[in-house]
């Protein structure tokens, strides 16, 4: 009798999900290279922007959002991380405020080390996220690769006052979070093969779970900006949105929505080599923090929520639309404007 070899698909990566992401001061140097093309008065956001995706003004009424994201496995079964990898993607476009359309698949696979077979369920597992968004998986595009690489390229459009960018933030925003943090530290018990089962099973679900809302907080006038959370953790992507709208950010920690099962997985010293490569990077624009306080704003997420700042004045209108789409969230911090100090202090 044959038994089917057990696949562990996150033993061919070196990295996880957006743990691999390039950290931010790397990414600097990299693109400090790049000439900035030349002017597009229809690009409203591109690559002098540290922004989810680009937009690009079609008409007086509407843009088209573009973005991309791949990385290695986060998980071991094919199916799941094809479709984590997708809703991550997809996540830009409703950060943006925009409405996905479609996307074109991108998998890099090591075709003599792992069947054809596997890289199709990442496909399947594609193309249920996209079901789910209601988008169609219209292509793409794979190499032969020494480890395995998905991720989509993905297409929306928006209405020009409804874009959402990293610049439209303002002092007196109440910050909340869609998901909560730590999942960048359940990943990383499951590869050191100590993450329990109901633990994964959260863990799971809340990566599968499209940031949709997103879409429908577009429609919300006093949803000033929203930015999903991935690599860069919490911290990081606050810097960009407090950066990009001239203010600066107060955390309550322990307003910070966080998973339950952290401090089973904290004891052991579970944690994502990204939390430090990020506090490295940006740690001198925040405040001193606590070892316990990095662990938590820096871990790196992968399918992470979205970070809203909201105008307190229509708080009820954005916690209408929260509450329709089960979501369950309460303010963690507030913004003031930038001042000389750091750009994020935690209390
Ligand atoms: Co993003
Ligand atoms: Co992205």
Redesign the pocket.
């Known amino acids: 009798m044959r038994t089917e070899p057990i696949i562990r698909l996150t033993e061919y990566s070196h990295g996880a999900g957006c743990g691999c992401k390039i950290a931010p001061a790397v990414l600097t140097r990299i693109l400090a290279g790049v000439p900035q093309a030349a002017p597009d008065p229809r690009l409203l956001v591109g690559n002098g922007a540290r922004d ?1 995706a680009a937009v690009y003004l079609l008409d007086d009424e509407r843009v088209v959002i573009s ?1 991309t ?1 791949f990385f290695m496995p986060i998980v071991d079964d094919p199916f799941d991380f094809g479709a984590i990898a997708s809703v991550n993607a997809i996540s ?1 476009v409703y950060a943006m405020g925009g409405t996905p359309i479609l996307a074109i698949a991108i998998l890099g696979w090591p075709v003599d080390r792992l069947g054809p077979e596997v890289a199709g369920e990442v496909l399947r597992g594609a193309s249920d996220a996209c079901r789910r968004a209601g988008i169609p998986l219209a292509g793409g595009h794979s190499i032969d690769a020494p480890e395995p690489i998905f991720g989509l390229a993905v297409t929306g459009t928006a209405h020009r006052g409804e874009v959402r960018t990293n610049t439209q933030a303002r002092a007196g925003c109440e910050l909340y979070l869609t998901k909560p943090l730590g999942v960048g530290i359940l990943t990383t018990a499951q590869k050191r093969g100590i993450l329990r089962d109901e633990d994964f099973a959260t863990a799971r679900a809340q990566m599968l779970a499209l940031n949709d809302v997103g879409r429908a907080l577009a429609g919300v006038a006093s949803v000033a900006t929203m930015t999903d959370v ?1 690599g860069f953790g919490l911290l990081g992507h606050l810097i960009e949105l407090c950066e990009g709208s001239g203010v600066r950010a107060e955390v309550r920690f322990d307003d910070v929505p966080r998973l339950a099962a952290l401090p089973f997985y904290l004891e052991q010293k579970t944690i994502p080599g990204g939390t430090r490569r990020n506090w490295d990077s940006y740690g001198h624009k925040v405040a001193p923090l606590t070892d316990g306080q990095r662990t938590l704003l820096c871990d790196p997420q992968t399918s992470g929520g979205l970070l809203v700042a909201v105008d307190p004045s229509g708080r009820g209108d954005f916690l209408r639309v929260t509450r329709a789409h089960g979501l369950d969230v309460a303010p963690f911090g507030v913004l003031h404007p930038a001042g000389d100090g750091p750009v994020v202090t935690v209390r």
Request: no cysteine; aromatic share 0%; glycine share 0%.
């Open positions: 989810d973005t994201d830009d991935t």
